[in-house]
């Protein structure tokens, strides 16, 4: 399921500089990063069920769910916004993926997570995305 446009993220009014990460430095980051990120799979999901009824309200005229729904909706920012001020770039609302600037071979890829992993256990070319994932054991940082 594709997740409707008010779920993206804003872009940021002044872009912070790219944050690079060494495997052992995005594994540090993974706690604070799990809690975010759980918090968001969380709020993105009460966000769609506030929408379905926002859908169902409009035709009871009830702005109390409206209000509701911009609550949520402006709490998921926040979560997002602290993920991007750790350096993280949030892939997907509803599983939780997350990836990691890192380097391979010289070269800049992504180091890539999702929510239930302990670890970050692997990594894609930039271009490549989850499909493209390699186990981290092939990752030649330098």
Not at 20 to 47: G, M
Not at 80 to 108: A, M, N, S, T, W
Request: charged share 25%; hydrophobic share 40%; with cysteine.
């Amino acid at each position: 399921m594709a997740s409707p446009q008010f779920l993206t993220p804003k872009p940021l009014s002044s872009p912070s500089p790219v944050k690079r990460f060494t495997l052992a430095k995005a594994n540090r980051t993974l706690p604070l990063v799990k809690r975010i990120v759980s918090d968001i799979v969380k709020t993105h999901a009460q966000v769609v069920a506030l929408q379905a009824a926002v859908e169902t309200a409009k035709l009871k005229d009830q702005p109390a769910v409206q209000a509701d729904l911009d609550r949520a909706l402006e709490q998921l920012q926040t979560y997002v916004d602290e993920l991007h001020d750790i350096g993280c770039d949030l892939k997907d609302y509803q599983i939780g993926l997350v990836d990691f600037l890192g380097r391979h071979q010289g070269r800049p890829v992504c180091l890539c997570w999702k929510l239930g992993e302990e670890t970050i256990g692997y990594w894609h070319e930039l271009r490549a995305g989850f499909a493209g994932r390699q186990p981290i054991t092939s990752l030649q940082e330098e």
